[in-house]
């Protein structure tokens, strides 16, 4: 039976002569047409249970070059209520980091060129100051993210060394950042102190050798631990840091810059809290509370920051001009905290109130309305994500559709040109408005409207 539906199998040259298949020839070079033809014919030789006879070949075709075709790497929107979602690409863009990153990129840059003396120059440079006025730190450096400011900083201070963690930080930030390997590969020997769940300053202590090439305090970014609990703050590690000459290296995750106590999120360290505490570095990710491209921002002393410029791993980690441009431009916005609030999409998204939630809502319901379709607007609670304030439950608004299949709906809505990642809830498809861009919601509408049956 396999052997008649392979012989019933049109041939490559067949197939591109069929008028559908002669119009994609005339849209997309033969080469990926062909290889696209081939790719359609072999999947029918192993998978297909519908007779060849019944197949519309043309569409098949079609559908596959179009698939071909649709960049690997796209935008979807947001309507998980996970407003930094990791798996989602963490912090959209401020306008004024678009517009700098395209200026940049369309033409040349000083990246590595001092303009005043027509000489060579450091794109270390860049951000530098800027990140120092913010943080009231003595000296910064940008590089790749927020674990390659680990690797660096460790590196340099503690190859071949000891390096002293409390049990409780060796934790997990997303499926490829552990502390402990992190650390390993960073040539520092992981010397562990402390319990699970306790760890007191004199367990620090006692682990001080001669041996010892850093302290090291990381921010549990991504749970929180509760009960008999109890660990040494990074400001408490600082003096003991200071007194035996082993530099404090404060990883700290998120990159908040302005205190968000204000919209109900506390327990976070802003980044100048981070410094004033007194670490050697302070470690911290561009792209999660910051709300600026994907890097890993280093400030600190002088000293240790040059020793940073000079480690031959600085050239691996180093950051791109794209994102330096970014960076800059998104932090020149903190210099006014409420503009940085309002035009950082990642603080505007957390800041929102819960009545501008509601009243976009209202607006879409109509929308949907208007196109027969009914939906409900719903209270939910949403969460920072990316790895801060991770007990906050932040009130949120979402739409609400019920269909007979939850399941099929949630999956449409991903298949949209621009998908949709909701989520379901009680047999319904719940769309969270927190996360989800103003701008994007003419889209959010179409997308809803082809995902009903
Ligand atoms: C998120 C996080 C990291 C990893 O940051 P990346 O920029 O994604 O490399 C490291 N440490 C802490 C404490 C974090 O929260």
Redesign the pocket.
């Known amino acids: 039976m396999t052997g008649d539906r392979r012989r019933a199998l049109p041939a490559v040259g067949t197939l591109l002569e069929l008028d559908a298949v002669r119009t994609l020839l005339t849209q997309a070079p033969r080469d990926l047409v062909t290889d696209v033809v081939r790719s359609v014919i072999d999947d029918a030789r192993h998978r297909l249970v519908d007779t060849p006879d019944n197949v519309d070949w043309g569409q098949l075709i079609t559908e596959r070059l179009a698939q071909r075709r649709t960049p690997s790497l796209r935008p979807v929107i947001n309507a998980t209520g996970v407003v930094l979602h990791t798996n989602l690409g963490r912090a959209p863009l401020a306008r004024v980091a678009l517009d700098a990153m395209r200026d940049v990129a369309s033409g040349f840059s000083n990246l590595e060129y001092d303009i005043d003396s027509g000489e060579r120059g450091s794109r270390h440079r860049h951000c530098a100051d800027l990140l120092c006025e913010l943080t009231g730190a003595d000296d910064a450096m940008v590089v790749n ?4 400011a ?1 690797v660096l900083a460790l590196n340099t201070v503690s190859d071949g060394r000891d390096a002293v963690i409390s049990r409780g930080e060796l934790v997990e ?2 499926g490829s ?1 552990r502390v402990p390997d992190i650390m390993s590969k960073s040539g520092a020997r992981l010397v562990e102190v402390g319990t699970t769940n306790r760890t007191h300053l004199d367990d620090y202590r006692r682990a001080l050798t001669p041996e010892t090439g850093a302290i090291v305090s ?2 549990r ?1 991504n749970f929180a631990l509760e009960g008999f609990v109890a660990s040494v703050s990074a400001a408490a590690l600082a003096p003991l840091a200071h007194a035996s000459g082993v530099p404090l290296l404060h ?4 990159g908040l810059m302005l205190d968000l106590s204000a919209w109900g999120l506390t327990g976070e360290p802003t980044a100048r809290d981070a410094v004033r505490g007194g670490a050697a570095l302070v470690m911290m ?1 561009g ?2 509370l910051l709300g600026g491209p ?1 890097a ?1 921002i280093i400030v600190g002393r002088a000293a240790m920051i040059d020793a940073l410029r000079r480690n031959p791993l600085a050239r691996a980690l180093r950051v791109d001009k794209l994102t330096l441009s970014a960076l800059e431009a998104t932090l020149m916005l903190y210099r006014e905290p409420e503009r940085a609030v309002r035009e950082i999409p990642a603080l505007a998204m957390l800041t929102a109130t819960a009545g501008s939630l509601v009243a976009r809502a209202e607006e879409l319901v109509t929308a949907l309305q208007s196109r027969g379709i009914t939906s409900a607007i719903v209270e939910t609670e949403a969460s920072v994500g ?2 801060a304030f991770p007990t906050a439950r932040i009130p949120s608004i979402a739409l609400a559709l019920s269909a007979a299949s939850a399941s099929r709906v949630e999956a449409r809505l991903r298949e949209a040109p621009v998908p949709v990642v909701g989520r379901i809830a009680n047999g319904r498809v719940l769309l969270d408005l927190r996360g989800i861009l103003p701008d994007t919601e003419p889209l959010l509408l179409s997308a809803i409207e082809r995902a009903l049956p």
């Open positions: 993210n927020c674990a390659a680990l930030i997303g950042f990381v921010h970014s990883d700290f995750g998120s990710s792209d999660k994907q890993g990316g790895g």
